[in-house]
């Protein structure tokens, strides 16, 4: 499965911006699915991440009452995001790990079996 992100771009502090994540030549059922971002000179980070059955979510203490993730009836997976600061600012990725319920672990980085090439945010003061 290929994973594609969109929607990311430049905003200004205290904005919004909503990713898609779309599969590509496959699906996302079975899967748990989750964003990540790294900002340059830093590691790969957790942001948010939603279960395949139940719609259970799992968010970041940085992002949580900002960022919204959801996913719709298809195989797309949204990430809200509001009130952008720009320490926002990075290379947001998308990732999918099987799993028939819940998230197993979601900063484990090596739960995640497919990952997006990931989308450009910029959130500029």
């Known amino acids: 499965v290929q994973l594609v992100e969109s929607g990311g771009g430049l905003v200004q502090a205290g904005g919004s911006l909503r990713l898609s994540c779309a599969p590509s030549g496959g699906t996302l059922s079975s899967h748990a699915t989750g964003w990540f971002r790294q900002a340059p000179g830093k590691e790969r980070e957790f942001v948010a991440a939603?279960?395949?059955?139940?719609?259970?979510t799992e968010y970041a203490d940085s992002v949580k009452g900002r960022f919204t993730i959801s996913r719709d009836n298809g195989n797309t997976v949204y990430l809200q995001m509001n009130s952008l600061k720009p320490e926002d600012t990075a290379v947001y990725y998308c990732?999918?790990?099987?799993?028939?319920?819940?998230?197993?672990?979601?900063?484990?980085?090596?739960?995640?079996?497919?990952w997006g090439q990931g989308t450009q945010v910029t959130v500029s003061s």
């Open positions: 990732a999918a790990g099987y799993s028939d319920y819940g998230i197993p672990a979601p900063y484990d980085h090596d739960y995640w079996d497919y």
């Open positions: 939603i279960s395949w059955i139940g719609g259970n």
